[in-house]
């Protein structure tokens, strides 16, 4: 199978020590029966087969293949999130681990997004809980039925299909990057923040803007306060903009499992002063109504794609464009915004499931040259913020939960700190 | 329920310290309670080091030693002593300080250059020893062309690094610039040699090109939309 278009450029930039990956964790009422587990992913991997992947090294692209194998289930570690050695892991870009009363599945960016791992991750759990409890879950389209064959559907590459005719250049102005004493031994830091759900819900309507805006701009500004504190004058101040992820499926429509996201980064100029949060709430919301539109949308998936369709790229052989793809990311990539913020919104499971479940989380591992990025869920009622950072200062996180709590927010803070 | 008195957080029970600020915890009601366990597991996933390039190279230029040896062995056999096999030794001595030295010492970029510049020398050195004879060659062609490549070579590295805030387009300008004046030298040097200096000559066919490529470079850089084309079209 082919790599769809946005997974095009993570085999490209991965190596030893980084791959782009991302992890999604249920935590259950009572511990794990590793057993269960296996039957339950076997069931689920027949149901989703684009997840039962190996990639491959072909001559001018890379690709993926089937396999009728099972990627380990493993206990879980201390550092999650690290570096996915395809090698090790059987070529599966993919690992399901357990700890305790918490099933964790980590993905590799090639495989899907955000969204598409929850279904799969949902419907793990349900598989699991049905074969566990004799849960009888009811299934929809974010808890798919096992005994269904798959669906084609699931696994198109949504980008060419909903691709125009226009681009654009992706070049947008370097942003600020938070820098510290990375860790020598590549341990990653995972901070989780959780607060009421309904709390942050109202304090946002309260200003008129979603829950993903509000948080933007309270890391904007966090982020802000950062640079000011280390950067001396006021005229070398860069701008501090947000990756913020957008789910296209809610904007085309489509039902693939697969990649289907685009980034837009709402940001601001210090130069120009200091921003009050009203101002950036109103910078950030504004910004995002104009950008996450269907035809700029349009626009920047179809660069994208006209990218991939180009007659010189397709033939020029594969350590060539990835070497091309390298440069590229290194100057659009990473570089041109501070820190990313995922927010997957709220996840409801059906009650028959959500007794068994507790807790939600979504965990980002490392970005590539960003050294703090955020992710956000909702499940049951707690907003969850996963912070993953690879160098050993906390600055960010202790800036951007202090402003919530200064905002009226109350957060409860858990780390992945070792004693 | 306990809070970190210097982020106002609440940290979860098992929180040995605020992972925001490392204050240990303060709350005297709950320190008999035994802790609940840790979210994460203790076992730390192992990475492995990253390649050890000192290794890599101070391997190597051992192994350098052996067609350095085999050289030296067969001056001997076939000359009776080492004569030819010195400049095996200067070469090799150029290969390592050029490719290995980076790998295995950490130097300000400039220094590299002159430990470059100063292998070449010595090399030209050993062949104006080994061939006694006149010196014009060495002084007067030899070590200034080897003195403007460093130069070059240093100017060069300087425009890549990501200290130089300068536009892309500039720094090709520049670049070109360099090379112009690189090659205006190098024919003044050989006009000193050769004692007549007629000059510039044929480095005109080289700086022309230069200064012009140069100036459209230059021009095309004050077109903004020129340029979004451009980047368009290389899918920057």
């Known amino acids: 199978m082919k790599l769809d278009n946005a997974a095009l450029i993570y085999p490209a930039t991965m190596n030893r020590s980084w791959t782009a990956l991302f992890r999604l964790s ?34 001018f692209w890379f690709y993926l293949e089937h396999s009728d194998a099972l990627p380990k289930i493993e206990p879980d570690v201390g550092n999650p999130c690290v570096r996915m050695r ?69 696994a198109e590459d949504s980008f060419a299909a909903h691709s125009g005719t226009i681009t654009q250049t992706r070049k947008e102005i370097k942003a600020y990057h ?42 904007i500004l966090s982020v802000d306060a950062i640079q000011r504190k280390n950067v001396a004058h006021v005229s070398r101040l860069k701008p501090v903009k947000i990756c913020v992820p957008i789910n296209l499926r809610n904007v085309f429509p489509s039902e693939t499992l697969r990649n289907f996201a685009n980034y837009v980064n709402p940001g601001i100029d210090p130069r120009l002063g200091v921003y009050s949060f009203d101002e950036t709430l109103n910078i950030v919301h504004h910004f995002m109504a104009m950008e996450v539109t269907e035809k700029l949308l349009n626009v920047k998936i179809t660069t994208n794609v006209q990218t991939e369709r180009n007659v010189v790229l397709r033939v020029m052989p594969l350590f060539i ?24 919104g709220v996840t409801r499971l059906p009650e028959e499931m959500a007794k068994y479940v507790r807790r939600m989380d979504f965990i980002l591992g490392p970005l590539a040259d960003n050294r703090v990025c955020a992710a956000a869920l909702t499940y049951n009622g707690r907003l969850r913020v996963n912070f993953t950072r690879t160098i050993a200062e906390p600055t960010l996180e202790r800036e951007f939960f202090t402003r919530l709590i200064k905002l009226g927010i109350p957060v409860k803070v858990q780390s992945n700190q070792m004693e | ?43 730390v996933e192992h990475l492995d080091r990253r390649i050890d390039r000192r290794y890599i190279a101070s391997f190597v230029s051992l192994l350098l030693l052996i067609p350095l040896f085999t050289a030296m062995l067969t001056n001997v056999m076939v000359s009776g002593r080492l004569s030819w096999s010195y400049y095996v030794l200067g070469g090799e001595l150029i290969a390592f300080t050029v490719l290995l030295l980076p790998m295995i010492a950490h130097m300000p970029r400039i220094l590299y250059i002159v430990i470059d510049a100063g292998a070449v020398g010595v090399f030209l050195l050993l062949i104006q020893v080994m061939n006694p004879g006149d010196w014009d060659w060495l002084l007067l062609l030899g070590l200034p062309i080897t003195g403007l490549v460093a130069l070059f070579a240093w100017y060069l590295s300087w425009l890549a690094s990501p200290k130089c805030r300068l536009p892309l387009l500039i720094r090709f300008t520049f670049t070109l610039a360099a090379i112009g004046l690189l090659v205006v030298g190098i024919e003044f040097f050989i006009g000193l040699y050769r004692h007549a200096i007629a000059w510039p000559q044929w480095s005109l066919y080289v700086l022309f090109p230069c200064f012009v490529l140069g100036s459209a470079l230059l021009l095309l850089n004050r077109r903004a939309r020129l340029k979004a084309e451009i980047r368009k079209r290389f899918y920057f």
């Open chain 1, 26 to 59: 249920a935590t259950l009422t009572e511990p794990v029966d590793e057993d269960i587990l296996e039957v339950a992913l076997k069931r689920t991997l027949r149901r989703l087969p684009s997840f039962a992947f190996r990639l491959k090294r072909g001559l």
């Open chain 1, 86 to 154: 395809l090698k090790d892991n059987d070529g599966f870009c993919m690992r399901v681990r357990f700890y305790e009363n918490r099933i964790a599945v980590e993905f590799f960016h090639v495989l899907t997004d955000g969204t598409g791992g929850l279904i799969f991750l949902q419907t793990l759990v349900a598989e699991y809980l049905r074969l566990r409890y004799s849960a009888g879950i009811p299934r929809s389209n974010r808890v798919l039925d096992c005994a269904e064959p798959p669906r084609p559907q699931e």
């Open chain 1, 178 to 219: 938070i820098r510290g004493t990375d860790e020598s031994t590549g341990f990653v830091h995972i901070i989780t923040g959780s607060m009421n759900a309904d709390v942050v819900l109202q304090k946002a309507r309260e200003k008129g803007v979603t829950v993903t805006e509000y948080l933007t701009a309270v890391l």
């Open chain 1, 321 to 344: 464009k990835n070497a091309a793809m390298k440069y590229v990311y290194s100057q659009v990539g990473d570089a041109i915004s501070s820190t990313t913020l995922s927010n997957l």
């Open chain 2, 1 to 43: 329920m306990s809070y970190c008195v210097n982020c106002g957080v609440e940290l979860d029970k098992s929180e040995p310290r605020c992972p925001l600020c490392g204050t240990e915890v303060i709350n005297p009601a709950a320190m008999q309670e035994e802790k609940p366990s840790r979210p994460y597991p203790s076992h």
